[in-house]
């Protein structure tokens, strides 16, 4: 999609060269959601192995996800 945006003629139709970066800014913002729970979820996991997990800390992991999944579908 990124690659459309650098094509010479992409702002010739406002309409669409808008909807397809609205897009982008979206896909953007889902993969930095993404890429903090993979990391929290690594966190945690290393914590869980060191028996050094925090219940709560599990918990609310479980609860982030839980919201991201309502909030996808």
Same mark, same amino acid.
């Given at each position: 999609?990124?690659?459309?945006? =650098?094509?010479?003629?992409?702002?010739?139709?406002?309409?669409? =060269?808008?909807?397809?970066?609205?897009?982008?800014?979206?896909?953007?913002?889902?993969?930095?959601?993404?890429?903090?729970?993979?990391?929290?979820?690594?966190?945690?996991?290393?914590? =869980?192995?060191?028996?050094?997990?925090?219940?709560? =800390?599990?918990?609310?992991?479980?609860?982030?996800?839980?919201?991201?999944?309502?909030?996808?579908?």
């Amino acid at each position: 999609m990124e690659q459309k945006t =650098a094509a010479a003629d992409f702002w010739s139709n406002h309409e669409r =060269a808008a909807e397809i970066s609205q897009k982008i800014s979206a896909l953007k913002e889902e993969i930095k959601i993404i890429d903090g729970l993979e990391k929290e979820a690594r966190d945690l996991q290393e914590l =869980a192995e060191l028996g050094q997990a925090d219940e709560r =800390a599990i918990e609310g992991f479980k609860l982030k996800i839980g919201k991201e999944e309502f909030r996808v579908l």
